[in-house]
């Protein structure tokens, strides 16, 4: 797996950056900060990180996006500081931080829901199980009518929609329906580039089917929520890399600011508990 990692805002003098002045020549805080994990996560680290640079700008922040499983490995591995991830360590994973290691806490800081929908034009659909919503959007062999999904539903044709692949919405979908390893949607479906185009593309057909963040479902728009796949979002912070005050530093800034920065692609900022905020923001 490649790990795909963009360097955020290095600032190279006092006269770049997005920091201002005063902050630059005050600020002493150095070192790197090396993040990667889930696509799903990859907004919402950015503007993390794009803050946390403007104020620290002599310290290195890189944030990739290469998945949950890569990203895990290299944090095991003690290769990055924070992973950044849409599920929880498996017991493989567990056993490979025991063998390396590498101690670790975990934050959990968001919560995001995707809503499978279907036109309000829709006479047949009320609800869908889980296992439905898997059958209709699995890579092999996908149903190409409703009755293949219950043969009490009609014999017409399924109209899927849905994001881009690599978009966090369909990541989502895709990990919470068939899990963390290589997941993987049907690839016949109508793309559209936002949640307004996929509600109209759905509200055009009595037999389309799609799915958005249920934070971005709104109200008029001519479909409904026919079933939600809700996810937890984490952060794992290596206990090694916590002792180095650039980690640190970034830690309690995330936690300590407002949920409007700690929340993108219809996640839900989880505020954390009393006690995980007073060991990640004391001095």
Known sequence: MV?????????A??????????????????????????????????????????????????????GDESALALFCAGEIDVAATARRLDRSERRACRS???????????????AIIVSERNPFVNDLSLNEVRSIWRRVAPPTSWAEVDPRLPAVPIEPVGWKPDSPPATMLAEGLFGPVDPL????????????????????????????????????????????LPRHLYLEVSATSLRKP???????????????????DGAVAIEPSHRVHRKFTRP
């Open 3 to 11: 790990v795909v990692a963009t360097l955020v805002g290095i600032v």
């Open 13 to 66: 003098s006092d006269g770049g950056g997005s920091g201002n002045g005063r902050t630059r020549k005050r600020d002493a805080l150095t070192g790197a900060v090396r993040i990667d994990g889930a696509a799903a996560m990859r907004n919402i680290v950015d503007r993390a990180a794009r803050r946390f640079q403007s104020r620290h700008p002599d310290v290195r922040v890189t944030v990739g996006a290469s």
């Open 100 to 114: 390396a290691g590498t101690t670790y806490s975990e934050i959990v800081v968001a919560r995001a829901e995707i």
């Open 185 to 228: 949607l049907r690839d016949d479906y109508q793309v559209a580039d936002d949640a307004t185009e996929l509600s109209r593309a759905v509200t055009s057909s009595p037999n389309a089917i799609g799915f958005v963040p249920l934070t971005q479902l709104k109200p008029d728009s001519g479909v409904r929520a026919v079933s939600t």
């Open 246 to 264: 650039e980690i640190r530093r970034f830690v309690r800034e995330y936690l300590s600011d407002p949920p409007r920065i700690r929340v993108s």
